[in-house]
């Protein structure tokens, strides 16, 4: 399963079931989903969405936990994070029945992996990494591998790998960087090589993405290193028609089949936006990526590559009613428990928010000029999508949006309330501006 394999590995928020699908599409061998944390997937639901012919397990929101279908269900590895072996035997008997295989990720380096004792965290504990894997082998019946970065040596690395492959997984891949290194260093070759040497299960090289072009690329690092499959992240994001033979089809060609997948499963507006982000040489007529991403409906996006009548057409025939009755309940329990704030924000009223005096500011001040008592500010978030709640005395307001961060969450619940409450922000291009009437706001700017 793992000899001569052309692989796509797990990418968070760009690893979803159309970037998946595309890469398959063009010829990839196997593909690894974006990463989902053990907790999460035991708190999901599972659905069948008969209208999109996928298997959802979703959020308790609406957001969707992983998608996939049958399309690809003898082809995708799921990746966790987790630093539990109980855990982990739990989610991976609640997913196996919908996948080729189970993957542990222990290599990824950001901060919410190593605080959670995930990731790049579990290379400094060896007898953790084998409970875990030990376990995962014992109760599954698919394939269990699992993906690591490089040790500051290489006698640590290859000492790490031989504990890694007694516990009976069937592949390892190794990402040829340290958990420190960052992606714009080479890949180191020798360290694969000597891992190799040394194990008998399938190495799969990871890392490369500097070197590869095409898939010839591909075929000439596993055999420089010995390794029996390659794993590619950046090199497909940048075209994920790489896996093609012998040369990989225009970068705007493979966005529209992404797009067209895009459509087809329902793809959210900030999974589309962020994805696009890095497709190199897809715009025409000198337009960048956030030229074309700033758009807020997700139509004129499909628009702007000729797939504007594809999306009509697909919409015009079946909604996706499971998650939009999640998204219901979703915001009928926000509306019991919270005032929902209702206004729109446009690109440039979200732009401004980086100004030197913003909205949290501006309320902030006029609180205290008014007599309320200091505020409370905090976020919630869903698939890495934020909503921003204040609490002024003893009403709690809730702002909803596609917001990819706290501050911006902040900034905007913070917005409504100045709108709802007529406190002036001459700081913004809101369109029109509206008073705070005679209190002594310092907001006139």
């Not at 944390?37 to 992983?66: M, P, Q, Y």
């Not at 997700?298 to 697909?314: N, R, T």
Request: charged share 25%; glycine share 6%.
């Amino acid at each position: 399963m793992f000899t001569g394999k052309y692989i796509l590995s797990p990418m968070v928020r760009v690893g979803g079931l159309p970037f998946r699908l595309t890469c398959l599409h063009y010829g990839a061998d196997l593909v690894y989903a974006e990463e989902v944390i053990a907790h999460r997937l035991l708190k999901s639901t599972k659905v069948i969405n008969e209208t999109l012919g996928t298997v959802d397990f979703l959020d308790e929101d609406g957001g969707v936990c992983f998608r996939t279908t049958s399309e690809e269900s003898d082809k995708v590895f799921f990746q966790m994070g987790v630093s539990d072996p109980e855990v982990a035997a739990q989610a991976a008997l609640m997913i196996e029945p919908h996948v080729a295989g189970i993957d542990v990720n222990m290599g990824c380096p950001k901060d919410y992996s190593i605080k959670g004792n995930m990731g790049a965290a579990l290379l400094s504990q060896p007898d953790l990494i084998k409970k875990i894997l030990c376990k995962l082998v014992s109760v599954c019946s698919k394939p269990v591998t699992c993906k690591i970065r490089i040790l500051k040596t290489e006698e640590a690395t290859v000492a790490l790998c031989k504990e890694i492959a007694s516990t009976g997984v069937a592949a390892l891949t190794v990402h040829g960087r340290t958990r420190y290194t960052r992606s714009s260093h080479a890949c180191n070759y020798d360290i694969i090589k000597a891992i190799k040497a040394e194990i008998t299960i399938p190495v799969i090289l990871n890392g490369a993405s500097l070197d590869i072009t095409n898939k010839g690329d591909m075929t000439g690092l596993m055999k420089e290193t010995g390794a029996d499959s390659i794993m590619v992240a950046r090199a497909a994001w940048y075209n994920p028609s790489i896996f093609r033979d012998p040369e990989p089809a225009p970068v705007r060609e493979a966005v529209q089949t992404f797009m067209r997948y895009c459509i087809d499963y329902n793809c959210s507006l900030h999974i589309l936006k962020y994805t696009m982000g890095k497709f190199r040489g897809a715009f025409k007529d000198g337009a960048t990526s956030l030229e074309v991403t700033r758009h807020i409906e997700a139509k004129l996006i499909y628009q702007y590559f000729g797939l504007g009548d594809y999306y009509d057409e697909v919409k015009s025939r079946r909604s996706d009613n499971i998650q939009e009755e999640f998204q219901r309940n979703k915001r009928q329990k926000l509306g019991q428990d919270y005032k929902i704030l209702e206004e729109e924000l446009t690109p440039p009223i979200l732009q401004s928010f980086r100004s030197k005096i913003a909205p949290k500011q501006i309320l902030n001040q006029w609180l205290e000029i008014n007599g309320f008592t200091k505020p409370t500010f905090w976020t919630t978030d869903s698939n890495r999508i934020f909503t921003g709640f204040l609490k002024i005395d003893n009403d709690t307001f809730a702002m909803e949006g596609n917001f990819k961060n706290k501050k911006t969450a902040i900034q905007a619940v913070s917005y409504a309330y100045c709108m709802k409450q007529n406190i002036e922000l001459r700081h913004y291009k809101t369109g029109s501006r509206t008073k705070c009437g005679d209190c002594k706001c310092k907001s006139e700017g």
